[in-house]
């Protein structure tokens, strides 16, 4: 937040992977008994991120609030990025509400999901595919399976419409790994998404809110 890329926007220079992860955060109270409440303010624009972590006894919440407290609608690049270890049997799985759906893979052109997906599995070592699905709201959950073990990963907020997919066979990483990242909009620069006709944009005076959720389920031998 509020661009994966580094970008400028407006003569102001936004770092990799925005700048949330370094500035500081006020602790706040917590909506949900044993959560977590933050809040950050942009130094780039004049956005506000607040993110509340809390569990029960079947999953861990993120919720997550972007307030725009200015008389301007202003642009904004949001996406999950967490990564998970992965085997050769690690399996992702998505739950599509549309079919034939394709994706556009960064170096490998635009192919069918199913394609992208055998490929991104079958990667050599040093190597990495990102891809992004060409519909938005094509998937609003992920799933990895790995033997009898999964890990179920939901998106909710109608911000968050697009999906990328990342494998990485150590290439950046130190071992194999998978991201799965729901963001606002199709592409990592925030200047290079907001061109986009119909691209996020938080109106003025108002908060935009939405939801990650992951719920595992883990057999103990």
Request: aromatic letters at 8%; charged letters at 20%; a negative charge.
């Amino acid at each position: 937040m509020p661009t994966l890329d580094a970008c400028e926007l407006d003569g102001t220079a936004i770092p990799d992977h925005g700048e949330v992860w370094a500035v500081e955060w006020t602790d706040l109270p917590a909506r949900h008994p044993e959560g977590i409440r933050l809040s950050c303010a942009l130094r780039s624009m004049p956005l506000t991120l607040t993110r509340e972590v809390w569990a029960d006894d079947t999953r861990l919440v993120f919720d997550y609030w972007l307030t725009n407290a200015t008389a301007t609608a202003l642009p904004a690049q949001w996406a999950a990025h967490p990564q998970f270890a992965a085997t050769s049997n690690t399996q992702l799985r998505l739950e599509f509400s549309k079919p034939d759906v394709t994706a556009t893979g960064i170096g490998s052109g635009t192919r069918r999901w199913s394609e992208l997906l055998q490929a991104g599995e079958a990667l050599l070592p040093g190597s990495h595919l990102k891809v992004w699905l060409d519909q938005p709201a094509a998937a609003q959950s992920a799933m990895i399976v790995n033997g009898q073990n999964t890990l179920r990963m939901r998106w909710e907020g109608g911000a968050v419409r697009n999906l990328a997919v990342l494998w990485d066979n150590q290439q950046f990483s130190r071992e194999r790994v998978l991201a799965i990242e729901p963001a606002f909009d199709r592409g990592d620069s925030l200047v290079a998404t907001s061109e986009i006709d119909d691209s996020f944009r938080i109106a003025p005076m108002s908060s935009q809110t939405w939801r990650v959720t992951l719920v595992a389920s883990i057999l103990i031998v």
